[in-house]
């Protein structure tokens, strides 16, 4: 089986409940980063949540018997990493949050392979850039146009907040290409970076969070909602996640494990609607749907397909990547985004735990 070729029913029914799953957990974050910042300081929540998470995947990698890195270059390269793809992106969905709707903030997520793409070529130049991806682009920027609703005019506190998700996953942006520049082909799994590049992060917040908001409030005194809500995205969105994803790629390859980026702002439009009672502007799901599509584009989902999935093997066997970004060659593909969740496969680097992951009870 190809990467580009279809499983059949039998293949289907193993990773389908595992994908849906991974696209609930990673979209209902943005419901737990609202929960969060109702009692935490948006610092304070991020540090708390990468610290659960680093812990989770500590542990995954010690029941898998796997390291992490002891190279200092590689701990250098991972310090920009964790800035740029987890402490401040993170911080950014909270402040954010403070002012719009974990839907929307769901929304602007989705935006990150658009602006990967541009700084892949122009700044990192790590890819180049094609008639298709420049069409992509350009819807992608038509619909960030829409959603922000910029005929309305620009301002004011909501602005500001769409803003500082932008702004997150122009976070996103830096981090991937850099990762990819800098870690890919690297010796290491994906789980023993993500666990160092989360370490990393926790040691950043830990001395930012307490000068900029003063020191973190003792666990005990957060109410039971707030605390699940660390947990969960720490352990469940990073540590859960990380494994699903995994499997996920074994089973089904890595370029139809990448979709699920597709479904996570729908996850998170739904479980805002439904747990937060939040609505939405008729122009921001529409303006959503754009920049998708124009995602869809770059990557050759629409269109003329081409193999750009180089360096991908049987979805039985360790699942690496040479020269791209986790799933794709086109650095926008959806597995090498960053959600807030939690860190996933880093670009470029191969999943070799991906064989002995244990399968997820469900």
Known sequence: MTVDSTPDRAALRSWLPGFLALAAIWGSSFLFIKIGIG??????????????????????????????????????????????????????????????????????????????????????????????RAVGMALGFVGVLVVLGVWQGVGGAHFAGQLMCFGAAACYGVAIPYQKKFVAGSAHSGLSLSAAQLLVAT?????????????????????????ASVLALGALGTGLAFVINLRNIRIAGASTASAVTYLVPLFAVLIGALALGERLHWHQPVGALIVLLGVAVSQGLIGRRRPEFAGLTEPSAPVGVTGSTTADAAVVAPAAVVVPAGVVVPAGVAVQAAPSVPVARR
């Open 39 to 132: 009692e935490l300081h948006p610092l304070h929540l991020t540090l708390y949540r990468v610290a659960a998470g680093a812990a989770t995947l500590l542990l995954v990698l010690a029941v898998l018997r796997d390291r992490l890195p002891a190279e200092p270059r590689v701990w250098a390269h991972l310090t920009v990493v964790a800035a740029f793809g987890v402490a401040v992106p993170f911080t950014l969905f909270g402040y954010g949050e403070q002012r719009v709707e974990s839907m929307l903030a769901g929304i602007w997520n989705a935006t990150t392979p658009l602006i990967v793409l541009p700084l892949a070529v122009l700044v990192f130049r790590t890819e180049r850039l094609t008639a298709r």
């Open 203 to 227: 040691a950043q917040l830990a001395v930012v969070a307490p000068l900029v908001a003063g020191a973190p409030p003792v666990p005990t005194v957060l109410s039971a909602e707030v605390l």
